[in-house]
């Protein structure tokens, strides 16, 4: 799944949950296309910081061919597995 195909769905998501909420009474037509807004820039925030977190760049810069080693510390050393990636010398 790439990240078209899940953006789509959260903010598909998103849409019908306002829908319930607007068929229910809960908020106002005129609500939707903020709440809505609001919901995908979220949803985007929260994916680039769970993508850009530190053992998903060294997992994303040891799957590039061009790259031969590695050397970070010893917790994301861990949480990587690739034989390209090392932990620095104690």
Same mark, same amino acid.
């Given at each position: 799944?790439?990240?078209? !195909? /899940?953006?789509? @769905?959260?903010?598909? #998501? /998103? !849409?019908?949950?306002?829908?319930? *909420?607007? $068929?229910? @009474?809960? =908020?106002?037509?005129?609500?939707?296309? $903020?709440?809505?807004? /609001? @919901?995908?820039? +979220? *949803?985007?925030? $929260?994916? @680039? #910081?769970?993508?850009?977190?530190?053992? %998903? #760049?060294? %997992? +994303?810069?040891?799957?590039?061919?061009?790259?031969? +080693? =590695?050397?970070?510390?010893?917790?994301? %050393? %861990?949480?990587? &597995? +690739?034989?390209?990636? !090392? &932990?620095? *010398?104690?």
């Amino acid at each position: 799944m790439n990240n078209d !195909q /899940i953006f789509s @769905g959260v903010r598909t #998501l /998103i !849409q019908a949950l306002c829908m319930f *909420a607007l $068929g229910r @009474g809960w =908020i106002k037509p005129d609500d939707v296309p $903020g709440l809505v807004a /609001i @919901g995908v820039a +979220s *949803a985007t925030v $929260g994916y @680039g #910081l769970y993508a850009r977190r530190n053992t %998903a #760049l060294v %997992a +994303s810069a040891a799957a590039v061919p061009a790259v031969l +080693s =590695i050397v970070t510390d010893h917790v994301t %050393a %861990a949480a990587v &597995p +690739s034989d390209k990636v !090392q &932990p620095a *010398a104690a």
